[in-house]
Nanobody
Framework: QVQLVESGGGLVQPGGSLRLSCVHS????????MGWYRQAPGKQRELVAG???????NYADSVKGRFTISRDNAKNTVYLQMNSLKPEDTAVYYC?????????WGQGTQVTVSS
């Protein structure tokens, strides 16, 4: 089994920055892909960014140039650096990991962008 613990959410003003972290434990040999999803009220959950063990990344068009995903394999941790935050980035952010697809999910952390 794999457990995920997220941290770093909160309230930030437009234009501000936040960094989310997610530590996973358990059967780490099952982990290749790591990513962040988000879900805003009334909207479907969407992939924000993903990263493979080898470092290949992908981003939603809406966050390209503002968000950066990274991982530290030695620490079993994935990060999401979020800069130039906008009100439309407000959502619950979920960490997700897996071997090929995202099989394991965190509990979510709230990010609110508001003045």
């Amino acid at each position: 089994q794999v457990q995920l613990v997220e941290s770093g959410g909160g309230l930030v003003q437009p234009g501000g920055s936040l960094r989310l972290s997610c530590v996973h434990s358990g059967s780490i040999f099952r982990i290749n892909v790591m990513g962040w999803y988000r879900q805003a009220p009334g909207k479907q959950r969407e992939l924000v960014a993903g990263i493979t063990r080898g470092g290949s990344t992908n981003y939603a068009d809406s966050v390209k140039g503002r968000f950066t995903i990274s991982r530290d394999n030695a620490k079993n941790t994935v990060y999401l650096q979020m800069n130039s935050l906008k009100p439309e980035d407000t959502a619950v952010y979920y960490c997700a990991v897996g071997l090929i697809k995202y099989d394991y999910w965190g509990q979510g952390t709230q990010v609110t962008v508001s003045s």
